[in-house]
């Protein structure tokens, strides 16, 4: 079956930097785009960055642009969320996704804490 596990979060101060991780299972991981998304307490979850399943093309959230970096190996079924210039507002549980035979699958996420 599908299985996504995040890691990598953590307590950083402002300005500080993580690199998440997301490890897939169950699926063909080198044909599938891949996504993070992120919900911050009282907030609808959001769509922070994607990648296409070659790893040649990527966009991102605007709120993150220019600070996070989404990346993909496929030989090892993993696909990275490298976040630098890290702001309190960046504070949220990040999920990783996947979209198999249009069906989501989501990891557990893994929390991310940014203190001011």
């Known amino acids: 079956q599908v299985q996504l596990v995040e890691s990598g979060g953590g307590l950083v101060q402002a300005g500080g930097s993580l690199r998440l991780s997301c490890a897939a299972s169950?699926?063909?991981?080198?044909?599938?785009?891949m996504y993070w998304y992120r919900q911050a307490p009282g907030k609808e979850r959001e769509l922070v960055a994607l990648?296409?399943?070659?790893?040649?093309?990527?966009n991102y959230a605007d709120s993150v642009k220019g600070r996070f970096t989404i990346s993909r190996d496929n030989a090892k079924n993993t696909v990275y969320l490298e976040m630098k210039s890290l702001k309190p507002e960046d504070t949220a549980v990040y999920y990783c996704n996947a979209k198999v035979y249009l069906r989501p699958y989501w990891g557990q996420g893994t929390q991310v804490t940014v203190s001011s």
């Open positions: 990648i296409g399943s070659a790893g040649g093309s990527t």
């Open positions: 169950g699926f063909t991981f080198s044909s599938y785009a």
